[in-house]
């Protein structure tokens, strides 16, 4: 499989969860990604209430962008009470059958033959790592999901899986404002252990929130971007580039300049120092 675009286009707020795009809308997005040199696709089964996907797979059949030519991404494992699916709790399944089921839900809704890589959404207390690696080997062998990966998962949960099947990703939250994973080992296990890292929220609380710590790393972050020549948002995600486990940001936005400039700032090197100084931002002390 030919490797990711350096940025990834996360789909949760195309449909009902965010901008309500039309297929016509989500087809010119989708093309004008593809046009600027985007062109992995993140998606989950309950984005828009289990409505995103079918409206993204319709809008990628109306344009004319080879399927060869693009990677999607999906994730499975949440069950989400929602008028599609009336249930009365929240709860995680990694069943044989519902990844199964869902796997052919959204292959239908994407209209394709294939998933390139199918996550594990959450990692649930029940899951059976042999049941789980045995629906997905035969997903593999049927052709119907490239790579298998997690998202959300712990170094200890990710060891439970390699001793079946093989993991190719894990996604996680992971920005300047939420560094944890560099700091408690997962970075590293995934790293030691060839796992592909995606981070889903790349640029943190810092547009979110006006905290105390959005605050510490806005008085640093504003002269930097002068120094660089670059907006707050580029910054942020070049921070979260320059770590060694050659993280790939799933940015969510809707916006092709918002596209275009994410991809600008991979191409951004950040002095070490620099580096550190937002590290010590967003940490409100010195490192020890």
Not at 29 to 56: K, M, P, W
Request: charged fraction near 20%; charge should be negative.
């Amino acid at each position: 499989m030919k490797p990711f675009s350096r940025i990834i286009s996360g789909t949760m707020t195309w449909g009902a969860w965010g901008s309500k795009f039309s297929i016509k809308q989500m087809q010119v997005l989708i093309e004008e990604a593809v046009g600027l040199g985007i062109y992995t696709f993140d998606h989950a089964d309950i984005y828009g209430d289990y409505s995103t996907e079918q409206e993204f797979g319709k809008a990628f059949k109306e344009s004319t962008i080879p399927r060869e030519n693009v990677q999607f991404i999906t994730k499975c494992g949440i069950q989400m009470p929602c008028e599609a699916r009336p249930l009365n709790v929240k709860y995680y399944d990694l069943s044989g059958a519902h990844i199964r089921m869902s796997v052919e839900n959204s292959l239908k809704k994407l209209n394709t033959d294939y998933i390139d890589v199918l996550l594990l959404h959450r990692p649930s207390p029940l899951m059976d790592p042999s049941i789980i690696a045995s629906e997905i080997q035969k997903l593999q062998k049927e052709g119907k999901v490239k790579q298998l990966g997690v998202s959300n998962f712990t170094s200890s949960q990710m060891q439970l899986f390699q001793k079946e099947v093989l993991l190719s990703w894990n996604q996680i939250e992971c920005s300047l404002t939420h560094e944890i994973s560099m700091f408690d080992g997962t970075l590293d296990f995934m790293k030691f252990k060839d796992i592909g890292a995606m981070a889903w929220n790349p640029l943190g609380i810092y547009f979110k929130e006006d905290s105390i710590q959005q605050q510490r790393v806005q008085e640093v972050i504003i002269p930097l971007c002068k120094k660089y020549n670059c907006s707050e948002d580029q910054l942020l995600l070049a921070w979260l580039i320059h770590h060694p486990s050659k993280i790939f940001p799933v940015v969510g936005t809707t916006s092709a300049a918002r596209m275009k400039k994410a991809l600008e700032a991979t191409e951004l090197e950040l002095d070490i120092t620099d580096w550190f100084l937002l590290l010590e931002a967003s940490m409100g002390k010195p490192l020890p």
